[in-house]
């Protein structure tokens, strides 16, 4: 439930790009065609079918409603939304990867590390896009 357009899915690829290359690396499996880019086209896609059906954007806002507008008000969305994504991202690509009897042990030894990279990639990606809404 988001505003579609470029910067949009191109966030969501790098999200994508960056999600699955770490949790491949973190995971100790090495990183060929085979296993790395159908986990990322998963990944891809959850996000973008996450993005369809929940209100991810609108959580933040509620969740943050009482902080000043700026930066840390900023971050803070960021951060919900991200835990968010890479909680549903990286619970697919787990049961994708090992199916459901491995998936949480699977999921839970990467998760609070994906949770951090995935931080500071959508961190990232909300500066460059606010620079670009103000230019």
Do not use: H
């Amino acid at each position: 439930m988001c505003e579609w357009n470029k910067q949009m899915i191109l966030n969501d690829l790098i999200l994508a790009l960056v999600i699955n290359t770490s949790a491949t690396l973190l995971a100790g499996v090495p990183l060929t065609w085979a296993n790395w880019y159908p986990y990322t086209c998963v990944a891809f896609t959850t996000n973008v079918v996450g993005q369809l059906v929940l209100p991810t954007g609108a959580w933040a806002r509620a969740a943050t409603r009482r902080m000043a507008d700026g930066t840390g008000r900023l971050l803070a969305q960021v951060f919900i939304e991200n835990l968010i994504f890479v909680t549903v991202i990286s619970l697919t690509e787990a049961v994708t990867q090992v199916g459901p009897s491995g998936m949480l042990a699977a999921w839970s030894a990467t998760y609070l590390q994906l949770v951090a990279i995935g931080y500071v990639t959508s961190v990232a990606l909300a500066l460059v896009g606010e620079r670009r809404a103000r230019a």
